[in-house]
């Protein structure tokens, strides 16, 4: 003990010496970004995003170790660009609701809320915000669950769990639990692409499983400018294409199915407020799709509004 004690004492103070430098550059790096963020980020680019995501880290000072190399950062020269769209309508939304997943199935908004304790699965028709009151049906989760993703099988919703390793498997009709399976990994945002489901979690990687198995039967991993995208969150398939949230962003990344690359962003930063957000993790999340009339509604954690939305089409933009 005495000689563990002694080389303590000697190793001690390079060690203090060699973290403190790497915590006040770290620091003094970041601080510089989050003035950049404030000044020149008025749109998506994987240059915003990784200002984004490190600022968040820094936040959560455990995870500071957590790195895009500063030669990505420095090199990202974007030139993906943010596609136009117009507000068509607004609909009440709960601002308790920390948004996870989002999708329409009709007549019905469906809707995972996160949080330890606080977990459910909401089920709703979208109501005009001059009506009151907000009513729903709610299947509540036990405290021990923090829901995430949602997607839909048949009659059935599909939810993601963190940490448990679990896709729980709800009834839509009845909102009862039905079945549970296991998965390897974590479990943020899930998207169902014909007899597969796609996860994303806090890793780059995004993993296809046949529904039931345990292991991936592929990985992925999404490329904006080819740099890997990290912070995939809520998702949805809208036709050819994989609308994703990329936490903690207002941004959406548009991502070609096919090779699971990043063609556009659509930049939500300026449909809600700042001022009007409860916590500094109210960023845009939840999206879900029309396929009948092409209507995207999105929402954000405890907004209290969602938007209903008709984006300018890849193909228009390159016309
Ligand atoms: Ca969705």
Redesign the pocket.
């Known amino acids: 003990m005495v000689t563990v004690g002694v080389l303590m004492l000697d190793i001690k103070p390079v060690i203090l010496l060699n973290l403190f430098v790497f915590f006040w550059c770290k620091i003094s790096y970041l601080s510089a970004n989050d003035k950049r963020i404030e000044i020149s980020h008025q749109t998506c680019s994987i240059q915003y995003i990784i200002d984004k995501q490190n600022n968040y880290y820094l936040k959560y000072f455990g995870r500071l170790f957590y790195s895009h190399s500063l030669d990505v950062i420095n090199s990202s020269d974007d030139n993906l660009e943010n596609i136009r769209y117009q507000i068509l309508d607004t609909y009440k939304h709960g601002n308790k609701i920390s948004t996870q997943?989002?999708?329409f199935s009709e007549p019905f908004i469906f809707e995972s809320s996160g949080g330890l304790g606080q977990s459910r699965l909401i089920k709703y028709q979208l109501q005009k915000t001059d009506n009151a009151p907000f009513k729903y049906d709610v299947l509540k989760l036990p405290d021990n669950i923090f829901v995430e993703?949602?997607?839909e099988l048949d009659d059935t919703i599909l939810m993601t769990t963190l940490k448990k390793e679990e896709l729980l498997v709800i009834d839509k009709k009845s909102m009862r639990l039905r079945e549970k399976y296991t998965f390897t990994g974590d479990g943020w945002?899930v998207?169902r692409d014909d007899d597969t489901i796609v996860i994303s979690n806090s890793t780059t990687d995004m993993s296809r499983f046949r529904l039931g198995n345990k292991v991936p039967i592929k990985k992925h991993k999404v490329l904006a400018n080819n740099v890997i995208l990290k912070g995939i969150n809520?998702?949805?398939m809208v036709g050819e294409y994989i609308?994703a949230n990329i936490w903690p962003t207002d941004c959406i990344a548009i991502i070609d199915k096919t090779n699971f690359v990043v063609l556009a962003w659509l930049d939500l930063s300026r449909l809600y407020p700042v001022t009007n957000r409860k916590y500094w993790s109210s960023v845009a999340n939840?999206?879900?799709?029309d396929k009948k009339t092409g209507v995207l509604y999105v929402t954000g954690k405890n907004w209290d509004k969602i938007f209903a939305i008709k984006f300018e089409s890849l193909n228009e933009k390159n016309n």
Not at 286 to 289: L, Q, R, S, T
């Open positions: 997943g989002l999708l993703g949602i997607t945002g998207l809520e998702m949805e609308f939840g999206i879900a799709y």
